[in-house]
């Protein structure tokens, strides 16, 4: 867009996402999805023996793609005359920035335009603290190369679930603990019951609807308290992660000097990231939910855009699709059926298991199913995917929604055969009962 344009960042590029969340994440459930692959690996034809398996080997290897596309993203700061100061920025108005250099001296960064990317911490409550030993949370346990024998989940958000089925194929111990019924509470109820049954066959515990949940560090184990039916219950641990929200870095970045208004741990924005001081804009995590890295990167084109006065498009976050990459994985854009119930919204749904698609079966994937949720005039109103390719199904989907399509079109799309994806149109074709393979 031919602006000047500078960086400041005080740790490695890429944020939490490429360092501590999403890439080294997907990179150790690589690995856990490749010993319950291995142990299927003989009803195929192959017998293979599972000598062992490292934790540390694993984690290691995630570290070290972590690394190596970090120095990737550094390299095109580079390639595109980015200037990046390497320090901790703090706002003094609302043009200039105090950067205190990793080396120890002070700079002034001055621009016409700033945009606040200082991303989120954990969020914390009364008896649910992370220490950073025994209590940790998902930055700490991404790096942990020593697995625990046996640990305690609080909170079974895509955080909490994705370690769970990590941990559990590494051979940990792992027990859930939830305050509401299901694992993934914010998918649809289908999609959480899925994931239970496929956890149930691991054998990872689970107590979900507890009333109240706390960790304490003991200094050798934890203890985590729960009231369960009325009943106060202790569980012993080697270790917990605590995974229980985020909330925004909103403190000692100078909001306050320049008056920037904030609700309830987020920076406040519009449709186009501005804040309430016209030329500061906020994007990300800091700018409150959906605190996902794919609507992050769109919010930064959105605000970019708007700076430079090409009239960029208003994100829908209704159209801005969820995954969690256990497995089966799971994904997910537009309304849950149990939102359009509650909100009153006719509706029909179409749901077909992967256990009746033909390379599925083949393929030895047969965990989850398609379910879409169509409206009266046959607009896609929410879609739901669980199975082994889940994540890599829902961008269809996600397509239609943003372009409004209807039915009739996704009927008169051919879909390969056979592959995972006809189930997506066949769904559809489901919710009109007008199936032709289920």
Known sequence: ????????????MGGVCLNRGCIPTKAV???AHSVHELKDFKSLGIDVELKGLSGETAV???????????????????KNNIEVFEGYGTLKSATQIEVKSNKGHVDTVTAKNIILATGAKYR???????????????????????LPKSIGIIGAGAIGVEFAYF????????????????????????????VEKAYKKYGIKMSLGVEKVSAKNNGNDVTISTVEGGKAVDYKFDMGLIAVGMTGNIENIGLEAVGIKTDRGFIQVNDMYQTNVPNIYAIGDVAGPPLLAHAASHEGVVAAEHISGAHPHKIDKMNIPGCTYCQPQVASVGYTERALKEQGIEY??????????????????????????????????????????ATELIHEYVLFRQMEGIDEEIFATVHPHPTLGEWL?????????????F
Not at 426 to 434: F, I, K, L, P, T
Request: no cysteine.
């Open 1 to 12: 867009l031919g602006k000047k344009t500078a960086i400041i960042e005080v740790d490695k």
């Open 29 to 31: 459930l690589k690995s």
């Open 60 to 78: 290691k290897r995630a570290k070290g793609i972590s690394d190596r596309i970090s120095k990737g993203v550094s390299f095109l700061m580079k």
């Open 124 to 146: 914390s409550f009364p008896g649910l603290e992370h220490d950073g030993k025994r209590l940790i949370g998902a930055w700490e346990a991404i790096k942990m190369e020593e």
């Open 167 to 194: 941990w559990n194929a590494f051979g940990v111990d792992v027990h859930i603990f939830e305050l509401q019924k299901h694992l993934l509470p914010i998918e649809d109820t289908d999609s959480s019951v899925e």
């Open 348 to 389: 029909s749904v179409g749901k077909l298991p992967f256990t009746a698609n033909g390379k599925a079966v083949a393929s030895n994937e047969k965990d989850g199913f398609v379910k879409t949720l169509l409206g009266k005039h046959g607009e896609l109103l929410g879609a739901h995917i669980v199975g082994t390719h």
């Open 425 to 437: 149109a066949e769904s559809v074709m489901a919710a009109r009962n007008r199936a032709l393979n």
